[in-house]
Each structure stands twice: as structure tokens, then as C-alpha cells.
């Protein structure tokens, strides 16, 4: 008599009770409908430079933007395919280096793809949605691939008519925004954009906020998720973090998961605010990119499928298609190099959004902040938020400003003499009580009602004026 050795079984193959054979073997179908979980398209590594691989074996079959697994002697890695020959493609690593060997062996994953879940609000994420606070797993939902990254049509998208509060007197009275807005915050390093940002993101109005940081430097970015958006706004928001150490590649893929996780919660019916800081490092990410790849630059060192990108990731946000209640209003800092505003990525995205704030550094060298510059920060949707009485109001805001700013030698040299213009007198007795009103700090408590804070402030300022003897 023999002994029968004892075999393992699969527990998801055995029949329960109430099952037949059919039943198990359409279980068995779905558990291997995927034909990549048993036969994998792969090739080999054949050329390797600092920041690109070429691997043979998979131009058949390959896609631009799919993701491959490079198994190599430190472990598996992931790329992603930016050019594709008839005998080879190229990879670019998400690593910092390649990494790689000759012979060693790349397989196709398909599309990047991405799922969020409600859970991830309060969690930092990487650009390929791996958690980086220490937390646990995250829950995966719904699949968004590249077929659902895509904007709805331009027909059947909502109008976009509904005004909200940020808080930020400043934004609230000259630049007001609507939800599914598309405004830029342009400003050169170390104007306070930052924090702008942060108190924007503070706002009471959205459901979900979503953040990307492309390109921040490392050690910022837990006091800013931490300090300055800190731990209330947190518990809604989700953040998606490239550092400046990072690769071009997850650089420039951080936007991009960034919006598919808007994207997510927009289909769920929320009002989602996206941040992202900044569209710039976006850019030279791309550019990276592409003149890895061999194409020529054709403005200021960009090449041209920069500025095809751009409105392709900016056109996404805004509202969703009609019917739904979700939106997505993004706010997007643009890093003027040398406060040169006339940037070819500046000028591109101003192009694009739905208006621009602009932070003046001479503003922030006053120690006014935020350092919004009324007279050139416009929101093109401004109309739909202001009443009549609002407008004109505003508009005799700036008339002031303008008057007072552009008389500032003047009166510096002592040639202004009261009582020669009445309207001047009227910009220089007001405007520095209206620079008063509009300097705020993100410890200020949010303004519920901009325009009666400022007309409180300005008759406190008048009355000593009206009393006998002055």
C-alpha cells in the first residue's frame, strides 16, 4: 500500500455546496479574463543613457504613455514609454537614474492608470498614487484610465454661474471666483504665493480639495501640508507630491494624478478645489522630457509639445457635463523666472485660464500681503459675481488706486498741494485705509462680507476728518 502525498489546493477553486461545475468555471474564466496576468509582453534593455532606456521586444505592441516594468539587479522598476521606433522604444524612468542593464528584461503594464477612493481625502500620495505619509494601504475604487482623462465636450459642459467666498478680501472684491473657474496666480519667488495658496485652499466652500506640489523642495512640503494648509483643511484634501529631486518623469506625471483624482470626486457630484503649485516646474518637466527625446526647442529653450500639453492637463478642470452638480475649480501658480511676466509659459497658460492674479513683488517689499495687485489681476468671470452697484463700485476702487500710484513721486518730491484736485485729494485721504482692509494674514479669520469690512473701515477713517477743527 502506498502513501499519497497530500496536494494543495486552491481554495477559490473548490465547489461549495450549492455550486456546479459551471459556476466554478466561469469563476475561474474572470479570475484570468486578463490576458496580462499569464502571458506578459516583454523585451530586453539594449541601450542605456543617465535619464533614458531603449528596449527591443516591444514596438509591436507598445503605446505612448505606457507604463513597463524593468526587472534589474536592484529590484523592480517602472517607466514609462515617450517614443516608439520600428525597432525599439524608448523609456523614461520614474527613478532619479535609469538604473538599468543591458539584457535586462522590460515588460508592458498598458496605460497608467489610477483609482482613487473617498478615504485618500487627508492622505499624501506620489505621482504614481503609492502613499508617502506612512499610513496604511490605501483603498482603491474606481479605475481611472487615459480613456477617462479626457475634458467633457465643450457642449455639453455646465455653465459656470455660481460665485463663492474665499475669504481673501483682496481676491474677493476685485478678482471674484466662480465655481468651475480656471485662475492663475502669477508671481515670481518669495511674493507670498504659497501661502496665498494655502488660504485658498482653506475656503469653506468646496467639498474635496486637491493638491499637487511639482517640483517643491522637500523639506517644505510637511510644514505646508501641516502649517500652512494645516490639520482641518487637511482632513478633506488630498495631495499629490513631486519634490524637486524627483524625476522629470514624476514631475511631470504628478499634475496629471493630481487631476484624475479631481477628476474622481467631480463625478461624485463634489466641488472640488484644485491647487496646483506650480504650472512652471510642470513645464521644465516637460521640456526635460521632450528634448530628451530629440525634439528641438522653439521658444526660449521649450519645445512645442509643451504648449500642447499645457491646455491639454488645464482644460480638463471646470464643471462637469450638464446634469451633474460637480466642478472643479483650479487655481494654478505660474513662477514668473525673473518676474518676467511675458515668459512663454506665462503668456501661454494667461491664454488659457479664466483670469490671473498677479502677486507684485514691490507690493510684498511694502509688507502688504497677500501681495495682489488690483490694478493688473482681472477675473474674466467677474460679472457673473458682482451686482450692478458692486462693479461700480470696484471700478472706482481701481480708478483711485491707479490715481494714487501713479502721483507716488509726486508726492514724494512735495509737489502735491490739497486742494488742487478733488479727486486726488479723495485717493490719497482713502487708498492707504483701503491697503489696510485688503493686507491679511493666513491667522486672520476668513472675511465673510469683503465689501462691508471695507466700507466699515473707510467711514472709521473719515470721521476724524468730518469733526470741528480739522
Not at 521606433?85 to 538599468?100: C, H, I, K, M
Not at 475634458?151 to 466662480?178: K, M, N, W, Y
Request: aromatic share 4%.
Amino acid at each position: 500500500m502506498t502513501n499519497a502525498q497530500p496536494v494543495a489546493t486552491n481554495p477559490d477553486l473548490q465547489p461549495a455546496h450549492h455550486e456546479n461545475r459551471l459556476t466554478i468555471l466561469e469563476r475561474s474564466y474572470h479570475r484570468f479574463a486578463d490576458a496580462r496576468t499569464i502571458v506578459k509582453r516583454g523585451g530586453r534593455i539594449t541601450e542605456v543613457s543617465p535619464t533614458h532606456y531603449h528596449v527591443r521586444g516591444l514596438s509591436g505592441s507598445a503605446r505612448l504613455g505606457d507604463i513597463v516594468e524593468h526587472r534589474g539587479q536592484n529590484g523592480t522598476r517602472r517607466g514609462e514609454i515617450i517614443q516608439i521606433g520600428s525597432q525599439d522604444v524608448l523609456v523614461a524612468p520614474f527613478e532619479r537614474t535609469a538604473d538599468a542593464g543591458v539584457n535586462d528584461l522590460v515588460f508592458n503594464r498598458g496605460p497608467f492608470a489610477v483609482a482613487p477612493h473617498v478615504t485618500w481625502r487627508g492622505r499624501a500620495i506620489d505621482s504614481l498614487g503609492r502613499p508617502i505619509d506612512g499610513g496604511p494601504a490605501l483603498v482603491e475604487g474606481d479605475i481611472q484610465d487615459a480613456a477617462d482623462s479626457v475634458p467633457p465636450a465643450a457642449l455639453s459642459r455646465q455653465r459656470v454661474e455660481t460665485s463663492f467666498l474665499t475669504g481673501v478680501r483682496v481676491i474677493d472684491i476685485f478678482t471674484p471666483i466662480c465655481f468651475g473657474q480656471r485662475l492663475g496666480i502669477f508671481a515670481g519667488s518669495g511674493v507670498g504665493k504659497s501661502t496665498l495658496l494655502a488660504m485658498l485652499a482653506g475656503a469653506e466652500a468646496f467639498d474635496t480639495v486637491v493638491v499637487a506640489l511639482v517640483g517643491e523642495r522637500g523639506r517644505e512640503v510637511r510644514e505646508f501640508l501641516e502649517d500652512t494648509i494645516g490639520h482641518a483643511s487637511m482632513a478633506k484634501t488630498v495631495a499629490v507630491v513631486a519634490t524637486s529631486d524627483e524625476s522629470a518623469m514624476m514631475r511631470r506625471r504628478a499634475p496629471d494624478t493630481a487631476m484624475r483624482v479631481a477628476e474622481h470626486f467631480r463625478e461624485r457630484g463634489d466641488r472640488v478645489l484644485l491647487v496646483l503649485d506650480s504650472i512652471t516646474r510642470f513645464a521644465h518637466a516637460l521640456r526635460e522630457v521632450a528634448i530628451g527625446t530629440g525634439e528641438p526647442p522653439i521658444a526660449r529653450g521649450y519645445p512645442a509639445s509643451v504648449f500642447t500639453d499645457l491646455p491639454k492637463l488645464l482644460e480638463r478642470a471646470g464643471p462637469g457635463v450638464e446634469g451633474t452638480t460637480g466642478s472643479i475649480t483650479a487655481i494654478i501658480s505660474v513662477l514668473v523666472d525673473g518676474d518676467d511676466h511675458n515668459d512663454p509659459v506665462a503668456d501661454s497658460v494667461r491664454g488659457i485660464l479664466d483670469g490671473h492674479i498677479v502677486l507684485d513683488r514691490a507690493i510684498a517689499e511694502q509688507g502688504r500681503y497677500p501681495a495682489v495687485n488690483p490694478l493688473s489681476s482681472i477675473s474674466r468671470l467677474a460679472g457673473k459675481a458682482w451686482s450692478n452697484d458692486e462693479r461700480a463700485l470696484v471700478t472706482r476702487l481701481k480708478s483711485m488706486i491707479s490715481r494714487f500710484e501713479d502721483t507716488r513721486d509726486i508726492r514724494l518730491l512735495g509737489a502735491y498741494q490739497a486742494g488742487a484736485d478733488a479727486e486726488l485729494d479723495l485717493a490719497v485721504r482713502q487708498v492707504p485705509a483701503v491697503y489696510e482692509v485688503l493686507t491679511q494674514s493666513p491667522a486672520d479669520p476668513p472675511s465673510p462680507d469683503p465689501l462691508a469690512d471695507l466700507a466699515r473701515h473707510l467711514r472709521a477713517k473719515e470721521k476724524p476728518d468730518a469733526a470741528p477743527g480739522n
